[in-house]
């Protein structure tokens, strides 16, 4: 059974990175036929699909937050990452991760971690 | 980017009811890349239907999703107190992957 796992900071000031990691466990990143996603949902809102990175290291950003994105895998520790620059209080969301695939789509899901932008 | 419209935006309804969520893209999906997902209040989405058609994992057969081009459907055929959620609607055949704007399904 996959499992992911979002992590990194609640709370991100104006202006910063905002840094997420991902991990998951119950199978390998490495693994062909994988997106690994991110996605966030504004506070009551609907659901915003930000990127994902293929198991290969190819990416694809959202075009309205490419400029600012961006998204790596880390294979050794079985994890892949988000970062977001220049954040504003409009960047306040929970942030999911999610496993997705070319035909399937988005199967698997992490819990969603709140990240709120405040100085 | 392909916009999806879903409709209506809540239902209120009963236990035992059918009931049918709309879904049109403003323009076709390509392979008819149309996924619908479950959220419930505090909780990651849960992948319901993909393909437009075909029900994910442990999907009770109850559920079921058709259509194709840019119209397309959820149909949940009698409905149990845990389906009262909002569902998304999602095309992921495009770039960049777009969600609908959901269906709160309220019980009456």
């Known amino acids: 059974q996959v499992q992911l796992q979002e992590s990194g900071p609640g709370l991100v000031k104006p202006s910063q990175t905002l840094s997420l990691t991902c991990t998951v466990s119950?199978?390998?990143?490495?693994?062909?036929?994988?997106?690994w996603s991110w996605i966030r949902q504004h506070p009551g809102k609907g659901l915003e699909w930000i990127g994902y990175?293929?198991?290969?290291?190819?990416?694809y950003y959202n075009p309205s937050l490419k400029s600012r994105v961006t998204i790596s895998l880390d294979t050794s520790k079985n994890q892949f990452s988000l970062k977001l620059s220049s954040v504003t209080a409009a960047d306040t969301a929970v942030y999911y991760c999610?496993?997705?695939?070319?035909?399937?789509?988005?199967?698997?899901w992490g819990q969603g971690t709140l990240v709120t932008v405040s100085s | 980017e392909i916009v999806l419209t879903q409709s209506p935006g809540t239902l209120s309804l009963s236990p035992g009811e059918r009931v049918t969520l709309s879904c049109r893209a403003s323009?076709?999906?390509?392979?008819?890349?149309v996924a619908w997902y479950q959220q419930k209040p505090g909780q990651a989405p849960r992948l319901l239907i993909y393909?437009?058609?075909s029900r994910a994992t442990g999907i009770p057969d109850r559920f079921s999703g058709s259509g194709s081009g840019t119209d397309f459907t959820l149909t949940i055929s009698r409905l149990e107190p845990e389906d009262f959620a909002v569902y998304y609607c999602?095309?992921?055949?495009?770039?960049?992957?777009?969600f609908g704007q959901g269906t709160r399904l309220e019980i009456k």
């Open positions: 323009q076709s999906v390509s392979s008819g890349y």
């Open positions: 393909g437009a058609s």
């Open positions: 999610a496993r997705d695939s070319a035909t399937v789509a988005a199967d698997y």
């Open positions: 119950g199978g390998s990143i490495s693994r062909g036929g994988y997106y």
């Open positions: 990175i293929y198991y290969r290291g190819s990416t």
């Open positions: 999602q095309q992921y055949g495009s770039s960049p992957i777009t």
